[in-house]
């Protein structure tokens, strides 16, 4: 299994950002794909996750209302769509993906099977 993520950049607060995270190496019904971010001097934090299936989705209290997650079944791609950007939303971001049964614990970073490599979103003030 592969995940590159892709997107992050430079934006001011305010501002939106779409990441993207091309998903390849298997099938990934019944999996879970999901986005962590990592900010500077900082533990890995959940952030959402998207059935790949049913498309339920999920959302940590810090990105509800904000970030939308969504997938594209044609092109194995999985997005993150940052609106109303902060600067405490400054980080390297990951797409992650795991079977359903292994990612209950969605929010713990071990349970996640497979990491993308990281893109870094910076959000000035």
């Known amino acids: 299994v592969q995940l590159q993520a892709f997107g992050g950049g430079l934006v001011q607060a305010g501002g939106y950002l779409r990441l993207s995270c091309a998903a390849s190496?298997?099938?990934?019904?019944?999996?879970?794909m999901g986005w962590f971010r990592q900010a500077p001097g900082k533990g890995r934090e959940f952030l959402s996750y998207i059935m790949w299936n049913s498309g339920r989705t999920y959302y940590a209290g810090s990105v509800e209302g904000r970030f939308t997650i969504s997938r594209d079944h044609a092109k194995n791609l999985v997005y993150l769509q940052m609106n109303s950007l902060k600067a405490e939303d400054t980080a390297v971001y990951y797409c992650?993906?795991?079977?359903?049964?292994?990612?209950?614990?969605?929010?713990?970073?071990?349970?996640?099977?497979?990491w993308g490599q990281g893109t870094q979103v910076t959000v000035s003030s």
């Open positions: 992650v993906t795991g079977s359903q049964s292994t990612t209950e614990l969605f929010t713990e970073s071990g349970k996640w099977s497979y």
């Open positions: 190496g298997r099938t990934f019904s019944n999996w879970r």
